[in-house]
């Protein structure tokens, strides 16, 4: 007999294809496929490219940069609002959260301030997996995260829900650092970190494009690594 946990596992699945069918088209036309040169997530995706982008200097160490605020958010209080251009908005708890798929997965992190800190290994849950619990309407075109620092960034729909997005809670087999934007930051390895929100605790699909805090004082919308896409 099939459990609860067993449906809804097997329609978040089913929900995801369908999600990487309707996006795969503009997936592909993505700088990070269709670009001659493609912009490479981890070990595999670097092979026959330079180790970093232009203008990036390869680090061991993890730069703690944010905007001048640690919340320490414990996992009682943590909740993660899901709304917007969906048909079925959620709230989750902790628990929530980690009943859904977890993945590990290895890949870069490019920081705009000129840093990169290549094959770092994380875990948590695809975007993708919560965007099919969500079902985005046919409006959706992008996201807005939100941090519990009041930070925001925006992402086009088709880079945010690629496989190697995360919302990470485990990097190197240890617990996310707060100063690292635990328990629950955004990975976007495909884009400069920025676009990735540090103590996540809002996704919201939009109709159309919205300027998230950098954006709004001059960073690049679409935040490309591999063409030197700082600003706009």
């Known amino acids: 007999m099939e459990s609860a946990s067993d449906d809804k596992l097997d329609r978040i699945i089913e929900a995801r294809m369908k999600l990487k069918d309707r996006f795969e088209e503009r997936m592909k036309g993505t700088p990070s496929i269709a670009d001659e040169t493609p912009q490479g997530r981890g070990p595999i995706n670097r092979h026959g490219m330079p180790q970093t982008p232009v203008g990036q200097t390869l680090t061991q160490k993890w730069p703690v940069l944010d905007l001048g605020y640690h919340p320490n ?3 009682d209080r943590w909740r993660l609002t899901i709304d917007g251009e969906v048909e079925n908005p959620v709230i989750l708890k902790w628990d929530d959260f980690m009943n859904l798929p977890q993945v590990e997965d290895i890949s ?5 301030t000129t840093w990169s800190k290549l094959d770092m290994v994380w875990k948590g849950v695809r975007l993708m997996d919560l965007a099919a619990l969500v079902q985005p309407k046919e409006t ?3 996201i807005m995260c939100y941090g519990y620092d009041t930070y925001s960034t925006n992402v086009l729909l088709e880079e945010a829900l690629k496989p190697d997005v995360l919302l990470a809670h485990t990097v190197y087999d240890e617990t996310l650092p707060v100063e690292h934007g635990g328990p629950v930051r955004m990975i976007t390895p495909q884009l400069y ?4 929100s540090k103590w996540i605790k809002r996704i919201q699909f939009l109709p159309e494009n919205k300027l998230g805090f950098w954006e709004e004082r001059g960073y690049s919308n679409t935040a490309y690594p591999w063409r030197n896409d700082r600003y706009s």
């Open 73 to 75: 958010v414990s996992l």
């Open 140 to 142: 959706a075109t992008h």
């Open 108 to 112: 870069d992190f490019h920081c705009v």
């Open 193 to 196: 970190a920025w676009k990735g």
